[in-house]
């Protein structure tokens, strides 16, 4: 805290004291001052600009929902860890009263370090290594799956589509981005698969790939060579695009293409670069409820923020980014204070039934990570995801294997 | 392994090859001269790139015709760089260029930033994710044509630098520095000429790489590290030995891929990067400095 | 006289700052630390004995899995990772050297086989699952309230005085290098190889001392990073922009000299974070835009003060170098 600051605080100490002996109003008349810190430019800025548009959106309809006053204090990691932690450490002298961010485990290790040594609380939009709810942590939750829930709900949803579709494919190859990201999945799908009997796929090869490759022909031409009967891949978006090219132009058509829980295929840009060739793609990640009460709420106001884009090709990104805001504010409204380690414990109190992602209600353990979030299956049709699984949540029904563009 | 996948993705190495090839002559033409290693590169064929993009949605413009325009406008560009940024560190340190360049390159990549966002750009056209069929074999048909005009690009700059009175005195240039001084060719100029050249085919290099990869602003690093590589392995300086490094780095990439593991494939064009530097400093087809 | 003066005014100042700084100015300043002693880590090798490396990431990268590694797979802390960093970074730049100053390689060639050396690791290390691979290397944060310094453990302010002593020690051993033999030749080499050679300098012997004095040190800021985050990823640490982080700071603020690599490292972080600051109260939240200044004011620097900020300084302070 400033010195600014400081007699800021006093002079509303004083004035509220003065209003009410308990000091109670205080914390109603102030307002929640949340400190999103995202990756707005450098390599992982276009996801950063996907999130923040959810942050953009929460004050608002936080103020609908529960009539609780946010303010959003922006920060830009650049996709640089040390900016991340020295972002951090500037939020909270600024006067955050938690965070919110960052899209990546390796800043997020950075930050939950940085919230913890300070007592603020740091909600963890979306990052996926199992180890950050590991350290016993008392200020870091998270609301997102690891990459274990991904890979276990993403290969759980594969089992319902075959037996949705009434297919039974033999053979998958597996094709992974070798970063932070793929090689966490990689190690789930081979930890959890073999004990996933009622599948009925074996993976005959595991193909691992650069995230920097700019030219995936080869990778493609090994996969085609096996012969398999679907592709299972863990992607990116630039990559997935130059994937999905390279199968056209190699002419493979595999009965499909599924992700057990990876970016990419459902992303905006997939569909403008790849037109009709993005179609009948198929991505088992975590996503909202588009039957939900609050998805239509956020929609609503996601379209009047950004009229000329659409909800869905943010869902994962702004989606879970609006609900760590919503997590903050909720416990904001019942802590009545911004008191750090009060609203600590209210965040650990959380018990939210009306969420907009799939899932049970957000209620974090222990080590302060929210469990039972669910996954969705997303198809691309008529070049928009749709959701195709689970029935309760589905617009439409899944076609699988794909049809021959 | 299947001997025709094998040949295919050969193939298709090579082809890859020759648009890195492309791309990296510019450097090498740069080098080759004014005796600047311009750290900047691959960040200028990214905003060709972004060139090539806008005129094909704005105008309907192909890229194959986009090369005309684009490429007069990176001379222009390159020509004005060289004349008001890098002429007066020529007799400079190599790190005070390194930092010269480095500083361009950031304000490059963010400017693209700024103007376009982050998100990935690319033309769409049909013809694009067409292959031909040459017997058994599949040959891209973006990546072919690419490589068709990468040849052509090169063979011209090589008659340029051959036949013309511009390119003779150019090569005086960078074969003796006091000796052009001397006899009164304005090296300043000719240095100039040359960072345009160079520009113009770093301007045909992204018009044709728009055909294989979608641009986006932190693409530039990437492809200026490996217009290093490719420069390194087949000489410094060398034109041919620009085109020849990169098709030897698009098909060691290849086959690396195919027969050991794609995610490692990149650790053996550093390898090979390594072994040239220690066993032929000058590169492959360089000569000695 | 003025000089030691000066010196002893900021290292006064230096040593009180965590009393009175906020935490923020504390995380800030620890990060100026680490690269101004990595930065005169690098000098060594390119503003002493006029060898550019452009992969030092290689150094930090190896300095920090080795020491984190070896904490991660036995339980032994800092005190002893170390010493594995610093000789496994001495090997490695030993070798580095002995290859290109046998074949003969300098200048631009060196600077590119450093990058590829430092590249070429990078992709290795995504593939050693034995410390994580991409996948990341996570030691066990712990939080405590007092100091271990055997063990690295301990608050902020910990940290900020074991980055600050080891660059009191680095500008000690730096001062005592160039006033040594070592510094001499390495100037001469610096200056003009051939004449050194011709001089009867062993220059082979002269340069390998300078990389591997220069990776020994490197290593070890290597070895703080580890313990300072607590993760590793190949990607963050090898990668090349890392290498160029640690270089900008001893070529803005003075190549050669003893204070340029402080004098960059604080001049360069501050400006980016003040950049952050004054966009941020003028409203200009476009993201991009604080790097575009920050390149041009690297630009103009570079252009204007073609020997670093630091020598200008000296003169107007009325100090030596």
Redesign the interface.
Known sequence: ??RRQFSKTLAAAGAASALSPFGILRAQSQRLKVGVILP????Q??I??SCQKGADLAPGVIREMLGVDIELM?A?W?SN???A??RA??L??EGAHVLVGPFD??AA??I???A???GVPFVINIAA?P?ITE?G?KFVFRNFQTAGDIVRNGLALIGDLFRATNTVPRTAVFMHV???F???MA?GIGAILPTQTQLPFKIVET?????????????I??A??TNADFLLLVCR??DA??LR?EM????WYPMGVISPGSPGMYE??FF??L?K?SEHCISNVPWYNPNAELTKVVEKAFLKQNPKDKLVFHGLNAGFTFEAILIAADSYKRARSTEPKTLAEAIRQTNITSKMMLGGPIKFNAKGQVEGIGSACLQNLNLVPTVVLPQAAATAKPVFPMPRA | ??PV?VA??AL??VL?GLVYGLMALGLSVIFGVVRVVNFAHGEMMTIAMYAAVVLFTTLGLDPFLAILPVALAFFVLGYAMQAGLINPFITRPEHSQFMLLVAVAIIMV?AL?VIF????R?V?LDY????IELGPL?L??GKFYAALVACAASAALFAFFRYTPTGRAIRACADNWLGAKVVGLNVKHYYAFTFGLGSACVAIAGCMMVL???V????GP?YTLLAFVIVIVGGLGSMAGALLGGVLIGVS??LA??FI??????MFSFGLLILVLLLRPQGLLGRRP | MRAKILLSILLLVLVFFPTFA???A???AT?ILFFAYAGQAWNVMMGFAGQLSLGHSLYVGVGAYAAAGLYFHTGLGAWAGIWLAILLCMLLGAAIGFLAFRFGISGVYFALLTIAFAEFTR?GF?HIQWLG????L?I??E?RTGWDLVNLRG??AMFYYVMLALCALAFIFCFLLLKSKAGYYWQAIRENEEAAQALGINTFRWKMLAVVISSAMTSVAGVFYAFY???L?P??IFHISRSIEIILGPIIGGIGTLFGPILGAAVLILL??GI?EGLAALGW?F??V??VFYGLVLLVVVMFLPRGIWPALARRLGVGK
């Not at chain 1, 056209?248 to 002419?251: E, H, S």
């Not at chain 2, 593991?261 to 990149?266: D, E, G, V």
């Open positions: 805290m400033d707005r430019s450098g390599v800025g276009f950063g600009q922006n830009d650049e860890v040390d900016t932690r020295t450490e500037r909270i002298q485990s390796g290790t950075a939950a370090q940085v913890e040594q300070r290594a180890p350290q942590y070798n970063d932070t793929g090689q966490a190690r193909i691992s790939y650069d995230p920097a490759a700019k030219d995936l022909t080869v990778e031409g090994k085609k060579a978006l630039n695009i130059l090219r056209v132009k190699q002419r905006e840009q403008k670069a037109g060739h | 392994m299947d996948n295919n993705l298709a190495g890859t963010n930033l966002g982050p998100g990935a690319s769409q694009l994710l067409e292959s599949l891209d048909r294989l990869v979608d986006t602003p932190p693409l990437y990439e290849a891929g195919l593991t794609p995610s490692a494939k990149s | 906020g935490p923020y504390l995380s800030v990060l992709i995504d691979g991409p996948g990341g996570f066990k944060v939080h608050t902020p985050y607590n993760n990823f990607e963050q980016s974070d952050t939240e993201p991009g604080k790097q």
